[in-house]
């Protein structure tokens, strides 16, 4: 290894094509990478829906959701259980554990689901299985136009959507917001209850005249001929003149125009999408596996031009989301930082050591990013939000080892070696402490890499691309630096033999040095003190696993109260969408009307059909715009709209961890659990900075039930069935066969006259058919059957088999951690039942656990540590001194998130795990200088003032290189990167005294004079 460099000087041609490849293939490599906004994690979670129309939402839990959820949790590698069960479906939401074969537990998930189906009551549709719940659209396409019917809207969909699906990076595509037509025939008004026609008799009349039958086969001589028989209905104004019967005496016939109103609609909608408030369908695109979401989208804009000529010139094409664009938005600003970060290593550089030496330093960035591209392209890694953030942590490290390997070949000049030895020998006597500081640092970041999570999956590409990018930037440390330091570093004559220590700086140090090694207790003691001073403000900042994304989108959910009809939840968007209209910080919005959204971003859990619930997703005029507009917003919606529950939601980094405050109380008695949700709601309420609290509780809602008397019903030749099926069929309609337009298959459906639908009157008053064989009515519902009203319950919720109730709480200027630090103490003395407990969920939950993972990870770095360092030095001694100055190191650190107000969070703990690397990487260079001086005959005092002096250049160089290129970060990174920033660059400045200060006095503490007699003692045999 320590040959490398005298190799690269001596075959000085074959080192510059070596460097000229790596940098074809690094951009090469760069371009073909897969790119996209965020890591592809394949979350365990399916859901399992069944719909049982008409039950209530207890019958629902009984006959349905406890049946299918006990055997769920049978399922090996299951984790959770989750359910909704509301009147008339069933939602359950399986999560397994991470690492579990997802496929192998889907396959099992609906073998149970065939299982337990022969259990379920009859009536039921599904169970629906969908484990695609975490697939994510790379981009949403709107598709909408003044004066286009759902069916003009579908019918271009489709030809965008086959025209989408030809291009090779697009993977799946579907449309979104199609409404189903109908052709209702309604009962006349005019009917009355001894004309009433029998719907069963006319369903059967219409199936049996609406038939395509196989037909057969005529063999005249030597021809084929088929014979059909037609009778399908194609059109409208063929069903309208079906007969449906005709009296023997008089020959008059009955058609069903005479009977029916026929009517060819829409189903009523159970959701609908709206773009700026009008008519629209989404397209969603998914991007196959290895592709760039940036090519991606180049080539469906590419094809959307193309289709231009062969659509209305009215019709629009939006786009709700654009992943294609965020990402090239982030790749630009990792660019940018790279280009900064140049710059400022080229002017630190220069201002120290001289503009050859600058340059020799700055190269050594773009050479070691290219040479990481073209490893990450072998490894088949991607590019996205996150390895991008492992480059970004890079930055502050890669030039280290060129820093100390030019400042190493500068003192060999000046001790008056020529440039061919200077330059190799000046690289290889540190090339193994300088392998030894990139090995440690990759060391510490290595078992982030490891963490059984989700949360491991979306880190792993910070110790993946950290690791290539150090150990690239070690291996262009030792071939290009001392290559370009042979052609680019010279000294003047004045130079040589000059001693690089002098100054007036260096003399300084020097007097401190020596004070502190004769007072080293003290100076430990002062130092220890700031350290718990320090630990006292760790408890006060907050805690947070990841901050809000910095986007120029957000969201606003709508709930209103459980029971209330998806026209009421439509009214209320009408009402929000006149307010948007007014914001000129809005560029667009779309709404989702009895739905969530479709998963476009990796923070959004989409929320399954709700007549009660609607999502908006609104694009404002910039990232900064944002959080200022979702504020404005929320108080707005907070005064007017009264009836619903409105959040404005900005979006998170990290996997989605619902809402920020969460409580979850469990317990069998509903009502012994709303009362515990109402108390700590009212809590709650008392912490400054909560906002929208609420509870999954839920309202009661109103049923009503129709109690049929047998004996009542009897005496007519009624039944039980017979009454519930004509109550279906007045309200949801009798299925009576379809038509076939096009590509299209209508139902066609007999419905009582419109007036049921909304009217109970009518329902007590109409006319039941006695029989099938009949076609007169003469028994009323009111006659043989009682309506009562009856209160249900809106909601159960269940976990893990267990009812629950979550009480959660948005935020605002506060952090998730202190408003649960508030809410201990009262949940200590609150008054709980026996068999009831609360827990703590959403982004706290998430971040105990993230935490949690991390501080393994930590412990099992810092063994990483021990091991490379003890292989180093064999030395627990030299060890310990040099793990003592890491949690020193957090003295600035600490006090930079204090000083500058930011979190301890996820890309805070990056930042002192990088600063971990930093502090080892200086220690473990002086100590080796010290070895050296030792090795030579100095006592170890003034082996160890010699090892500061000569190390002081490259250690300040380092550290004002690292938080120059900080600083851009610093100043605008953002909640994302701030905190990272904050954590590095007053780590780096405690870190640096640490280092020339700290270090040597550690080593007289617990080293002293043993390493001196040691190496200075001749060896026995």
């Known amino acids: 290894m320590s040959l490398w460099p005298k190799y690269a000087v001596s075959f000085r041609a074959v080192t510059i094509m070596a460097m000229v490849m790596c940098v074809f293939l690094g951009i090469s490599s760069y371009s073909s990478l897969p790119k996209r906004d965020m890591p592809q994690i394949p ?29 769920f949790s049978e399922i090996e590698g299951v984790e959770t259980v989750t359910s909704k069960s509301k009147p008339g479906v069933s939602i359950i939401t399986v999560q397994l554990v991470y690492g579990t074969p997802t496929q192998t537990s889907w396959d099992k998930l609906r073998n149970k689901v065939e299982e337990v189906k022969q259990q379920l009551p009859s009536g039921i549709q599904g169970p629906h299985v969908n484990d695609t719940y975490s697939d994510t659209a790379a981009m949403m396409l709107a598709v909408y136009g003044k004066g286009f019917s759902y069916r003009q809207l579908e019918d271009y969909s489709k030809q965008i959507r086959d025209e989408l699906k030809r291009i090779s990076s697009v993977g799946k595509v579907d449309i979104v917001g199609t409404q189903e037509q109908v052709i209702y025939l309604y009962a006349r008004r005019q009917l009355t209850s001894s004309n009433i026609p029998n719907f069963w008799k006319v369903s059967g009349t219409l199936q049996s005249k609406n038939v395509l039958y196989p037909g057969a086969e005529l063999l005249p001589g030597q021809l084929q001929v088929k014979l059909q028989t037609s009778g399908r209905i194609s059109t409208v104004e063929q069903l309208k003149k079906i007969v449906l019967s005709r009296n023997a005496k008089t020959g008059q016939v009955v058609r069903v125009q005479d009977v029916f109103r026929v009517e060819r609609t829409y189903k009523d909608p159970k959701a609908i999408i709206r773009y700026n408030g009008q008519r629209a369908l989404v397209i969603t695109v998914e991007m196959r596996e290895r592709q760039n979401v940036i090519k991606m989208g180049k080539q469906v804009e590419k094809a959307l031009k193309e289709m231009r000529s062969a659509l209305p010139r009215t019709l629009q094409i939006a786009k709700v989301s654009d992943q294609p664009t965020l990402v090239q938005t982030s790749i630009l600003n990792f660019m940018s930082n790279l280009f900064q970060a140049i710059c400022i290593v080229l002017v630190v550089a220069m201002l120290f050591m001289g503009v050859r030496s600058g340059l020799i330093m700055a190269t050594a960035i773009p050479l070691s990013i290219l040479l990481a591209f073209t490893v990450m392209n072998w490894i088949k890694w991607d590019i996205q939000q996150i390895s991008i953030a492992g480059l970004i942590i890079a930055l502050g490290m890669l030039v ?191 709404s989702f009307v009895g739905q969530g959204s479709p998963r476009f971003d990796g923070g959004i859990s989409p929320e399954a059909r709700s007549s009660n619930y609607a999502q908006l997703v609104i694009r404002t005029s910039s990232a900064k715009a944002t959080p200022r507009l979702a504020a404005k917003l929320q108080k707005q919606f907070d005064k007017t709209i009264a009836v619903a529950r409105v959040t404005v939601k900005e979006f998170q980094r990290g996997p989605s961890t619902g809402t920020p405050v969460q409580l979850r109380v469990y317990g069998e008695d509903l009502q012994v659990l709303r009362a515990l949700a109402g108390k700590l709601k009212a809590k709650l309420r008392d912490i400054r900075g909560t906002y929208d609290i609420t509870d999954t509780a839920g309202y009661k809602v109103l049923n009503m039930d129709i109690d049929v008397s047998d004996y009542r019903a009897s ?106 630090n508030q809410m201990r103490p009262f949940l200590k003395t609150m008054d709980i039942p026996v068999g009831y407990r609360v827990e703590a969920g959403g982004s706290e939950e998430k971040r105990s656990e993230g935490f949690k993972d991390l501080g393994n990870a930590m412990i099992l770095g810092i063994l990483l540590l021990l091991m490379l360092l003890v292989i180093q030095f064999n030395s627990f001694r030299h060890t310990a001194v040099i793990l003592t100055t890491f949690p020193l190191s957090l003295i ?110 550690l080593y007289v503490v617990l080293v002293g004079d043993r390493e001196q007699r040691q190496l200075q003692q001749p060896s026995e045999s």
Not at 430 to 442: D, E
Not at 788 to 811: C, G, K, L, M
Not at 894 to 904: D, Y
Request: charged letters at 15%; proline letters at 4%; hydrophobic letters at 50%.
């Open 43 to 71: 979350v365990p979670v399916a859901q399992v829906i069944t719909y049982y129309p008409g039950a209530s939402a207890l019958d629902v839990e009984t006959l349905v959701t406890k049946k299918l959820e006990h055997s």
């Open 892 to 1001: 600035g650190a600490i006090l930079g998130l204090f000083l500058t107000g930011n979190a301890f969070g996820f890309m805070a703990f990056l930042g002192i795990v990088s600063l971990c690397g930093v502090v080892v990487n200086n220690a473990l260079i002086l100590l080796d200088y010290v070895q050296v001086r030792l090795r030579e005959g100095s006592d170890y005092v003034t082996a160890l003032q010699e090892a500061g002096l000569r190390r002081m250049r490259p250690i300040l160089l380092t550290t004002t290189t690292t938080i120059g290129g900080l600083v851009p970060l610093f100043l605008t990174g953002g909640a994302m990167w701030t905190p990272m920033a904050a954590v590095l660059i007053f780590g780096l400045l405690s870190s640096t005294l640490l280092t020339l200060v700290v270090v040597p006095c």
């Open 715 to 820: 005496l007519v030749g009624l039944d039980n069935l017979t009454v519930a099926k004509m109550l279906r069929t007045w309200l949801e309609g009798y299925n009576a066969g379809s038509l076939i337009d096009g590509d299209y298959d209508i139902p066609i459906v007999l419905r009582g006259i419109r007036l049921m639908q909304s009217h109970l009157g009518v329902i007590q008053n109409a006319a039941i058919p006695i029989s099938a064989e009949r076609t007169t009515a003469n028994a009323t519902l009111l006659a043989i059957a009682e309506i009562n009203p009856r209160w249900d319950e809106a909601r159960i919720d269940r976990r893990n088999n267990q009812r629950y109730v979550v009480v959660s709480s948005q935020i605002d200027g506060v952090l998730a951690s202190s408003v649960l």
């Open 400 to 590: 280290d080892n060129a820093i100390v390997i030019t400042d190493n070949i500068y003192a060999k000049l000046q001790e008056g070696l020529g440039s061919f030895e200077a330059s190799w020998r000046g690289a290889s006597e540190i090339a193994t402490p300088v392998l030894m500081s990139t090995l440690t640092t990759v060391a510490v970041f290595f078992p982030l890499g490891l963490m059984p999570s989700i949360s491991g999956d979306f880190i792993r590409s910070i110790p993946v691309v950290v690791g290539i990018v150090l150990v690239s930037s070690f291996l262009v440390a030792m071939a290009i630096t001392p290559l370009m330091s042979y052609y680019l570093l010279k000294v003047k004559p004045s130079e040589v033999g000059a001693d690089s220590s002098q100054g007036r700086w260096a003399s300084m140090y020097q007097s401190f040095l020596a004070g502190s090694l004769r007072n080293p207790k003290s100076t430990l003691t002062v130092v220890g003190i700031a350290f718990l001073v320090t630990l006292v403000g760790f408890v006060v900042i907050g805690k947070e696993f990841f901050p809000k994304a910095e986007r120029d989108m957000f969201v606003v959910d709508v709930w209103l109260p459980e029971g209330y009809a998806f026209q009421s939840t439509n009214k209320v968007i009408r009402r929000i969408e006149a307010q948007l209209k007014k914001e000129k910080d809005i560029r667009y919005y779309a």
